[in-house]
């Protein structure tokens, strides 16, 4: 019942927020400190950009972002300056290489909320959790409502169409089943050719795309730049891949608010590849 979780939210929001992740985070939160991109788009997303007295290079969505002020980067972050923002809070991405820093932070009794979401699921847990953290319960449960709402529109369970996802320019790198984009190629309908090798983001060559025979090419293409001559490259062999299209990696490489536009692009291209066969 709606009513019992928005009662149960209000109660959250007057506790000290208690789980595997973040403890004794004393409410109110308000000088946060985000050390990824993709933490810094969902603070904003929760209305709380202005309570981010710093983050990191590459956190610049929102466009207000840009002004926070810099402490590092995902492998190395000032300690000192972290700990002269006197944050309330820090939020902070496992995969990053700063662990050494993370530990420092929280010898000093900082409390620090770490994310690192696997899938589709475990993102949206994410979100939720670090409403809970923050004081923000009912902006992330509004939030993860219209996300789950979507995902159940544009998602299939038809799995005919073979793709490629391609996250490199230089060297082939892909995913596999495990990674949030194969993941998300899952939920749209799509079989991800390399869905079950090891490791998460795999190198792979030419040779190995072409015998695993995708009818659909996925490349992250940044929006307003060249065309990487894989495009081309891909197009000399129509009787195998049927379409090369380009995906803007900031919105299905960061698990952020934008990844429902991520998700409803591949799921669209997906249905197109598909429907082009039948």
């Not at 159940?152 to 793709?163: L, P, Q």
């Not at 082939?172 to 869905?195: K, P």
């Not at 608010?257 to 997906?270: A, K, T, Y």
Request: proline residues 5%.
């Amino acid at each position: 019942d709606h009513r019992d979780l928005h009662l149960s939210i209000r109660r959250q929001r007057q506790m000290c927020i208690r789980d595997r992740n973040v403890h004794h985070v004393q409410q109110p939160v308000d000088r946060i400190i985000s050390l990824a991109p993709h933490l810094t788009e969902m603070l904003f997303a929760l209305g709380v950009g202005d309570r981010i007295v710093g983050t990191v290079h590459y956190a610049d969505y929102p466009p207000a972002a840009k002004a926070i002020p810099r402490l590092g980067d995902a492998f190395n972050v000032s300690v000192e300056s972290v700990v002269a923002s006197k944050p309330d809070i820090v939020l902070a991405w496992s995969t990053g290489g700063s662990s050494q820093s993370i530990d420092q932070i929280r010898s000093m009794d900082i409390p620090v909320y770490m994310n690192e979401p696997g899938d589709i699921a475990q993102f949206l847990d994410g979100v939720e959790r670090i409403g809970a953290a923050i004081g923000e319960s009912e902006a992330a449960f509004t939030l993860t409502t219209r996300f789950r709402l979507r995902l159940k529109e544009i998602g299939s369970s038809d799995r005919h169409t073979r793709v490629f996802f391609q996250i490199s320019d230089q060297s082939l790198y892909t995913v596999n089943g495990e990674h949030l984009i194969g993941h998300a190629i899952r939920h749209c309908g799509g079989q991800n050719v390399f869905e079950d090798i090891q490791p998460t983001v795999p190198q792979v060559s030419k040779e190995a795309v072409l015998s695993a025979q995708p009818e659909l090419i996925l490349i992250t293409q940044l929006p307003g730049t060249k065309e990487s001559e894989w495009f081309e490259e891909w197009r000399r062999y129509p009787s195998v891949i049927d379409r090369v299209e380009g995906i803007d990696p900031n919105l299905i490489s960061r698990a952020g608010p934008r990844l429902q536009q991520g998700i409803e692009r591949v799921c669209g291209i997906i249905s197109e590849t598909g429907a082009a066969k039948h």
